[in-house]
Every structure is written in structure tokens, then in C-alpha cells.
């Protein structure tokens, strides 16, 4: 199970992260989040990364265009998208990429169908936020047949990992506001106590 802490705004959280553990590390690109951060600002922090420690830049409805100039200026290597991105704008960007999809009680899974050649993640459903909001959804409702291989976010913490572990096994879970002690800001000691559960799940 591959760890990805998002919401990274600073060099000090980002070096953090990657020596308990993180695989991926993702930067908000879209502006009215409250966890967004500048290219250059991100390219300031992963000078300072791991070339083995996968950098991840998050946007929402922005054009392939302007996608493709923030990622190779900031020094990102995934995408990650939060809006209602079609596959014709996916084909454009220049990146691997991850598409994320908001649930609620009605979500129709069989729409996953037409991304299933995408790596897929999983997040609450907001109207206010794209995501980012500490909120988890139904995580029973995901099929049996997708949950090794989607990516969970939306309400992962230290208290939910085990249930996680033995019930879900997704091949990634994404993590922010259960770390932080204000929204771009990490706490160090539930960073600390979060790798520290991950790690002994891992050795289980």
C-alpha cells in the first residue's frame, strides 16, 4: 500500500514526509484551495527530494495546456486531477496520470469503466471543495472488484488504517488534513505516529 501526503506547501514538511516513509508527495496548483502553492515555490522543495520520492501536482478543470507548463517548471513527474476532466483533455497532458473522482451515495461506479487504463482515486464528494476536506465517504460502496486497485483518499487517518488494511487494500491511500495542524501545515508528531502505523501494517 503506496502512501501519498498531500497538501505540501513547504520544504520542512516535504523532507519530513519522505524520510518517514511517503512515496508521493502532492502540490495543490489550484488557486482557491487553501493548501495552493506557486511553481516556483514547489520547485524550490523538490530540488530538495528524493529523485525516487514521486512529486505529484494537483489541479482542477485547468487547460492540458497550462498543465503541462506548471508541471515541467515545478518539477513534477504525475498529475493528478480533481475536476470533471474528459479523456480528450487527459490525452493532452505530458504526464502520467491520476484521475480522481468525488463520491457520493449515488455515484455510478460503472463511469470508472471509461479511465480504467488511468490509475483512479477515490474522494469525498464536497460542493464547496474539490477536495481536501478531511470528509470520508461510504467506503463499503466501493466494488470488490476495484479496490485493490484504486487509490483512497478523503478521511484517511491513523484511526481508520487498520480497517483500511484488512478491508479495503487499496494499492495507495492519499492523506492531508488528518496531518496537519492548520491546511498546509503538517504536524510532525501525527506525521510521525501515522508512518509509524503504516509500518507495522507493512511488516504484518
Not at 492540458?64 to 480533481?82: D, F, R, S, Y
Not at 510532525?188 to 509509524?196: A, L, Q
Amino acid at each position: 500500500m503506496k502512501i501519498k501526503v498531500c497538501g505540501i506547501t513547504n520544504s520542512e514538511d516535504a523532507v519530513l514526509a519522505e524520510m518517514l516513509g511517503a512515496d508521493a508527495l502532492g502540490f495543490i496548483f489550484y488557486k482557491k484551495s487553501k493548501r495552493y502553492v506557486s511553481p516556483d515555490a514547489v520547485k524550490a522543495i523538490t530540488k530538495k527530494l528524493s529523485p525516487f520520492t514521486t512529486k505529484v501536482g494537483v489541479f482542477a478543470n485547468e487547460s492540458p495546456e497550462m498543465i503541462n507548463k506548471i508541471t515541467k517548471a515545478a518539477g513534477i513527474n504525475v498529475v493528478q486531477l480533481h475536476g470533471n476532466e474528459e479523456r480528450d483533455t487527459i490525452s493532452k497532458i505530458s504526464l502520467p496520470v491520476i484521475k480522481a473522482f468525488r463520491i457520493d451515495d449515488n455515484f455510478n461506479f460503472k463511469q470508472l469503466e471509461n479511465f480504467n487504463d488511468y490509475p483512479i482515486l477515490l474522494d469525498a464528494h464536497s460542493s464547496k471543495e474539490y477536495g481536501g476536506t478531511g470528509q470520508k465517504f461510504n467506503w463499503e460502496m466501493i466494488p470488490d472488484s476495484i479496490r485493490s486497485k484504486i487509490i483512497l483518499a478523503g478521511g484517511v487517518s491513523v484511526e481508520n488504517l487498520d480497517f483500511i488494511s484488512k478491508n479495503i487494500k487499496p494499492a495507495g491511500i492519499d492523506l492531508s488534513s488528518s496531518i496537519e495542524t492548520e491546511p498546509g501545515k503538517k504536524d510532525k508528531e501525527k506525521m510521525k505516529e501515522f508512518f509509524n502505523k503504516v509500518n507495522q501494517l507493512r511488516r504484518q
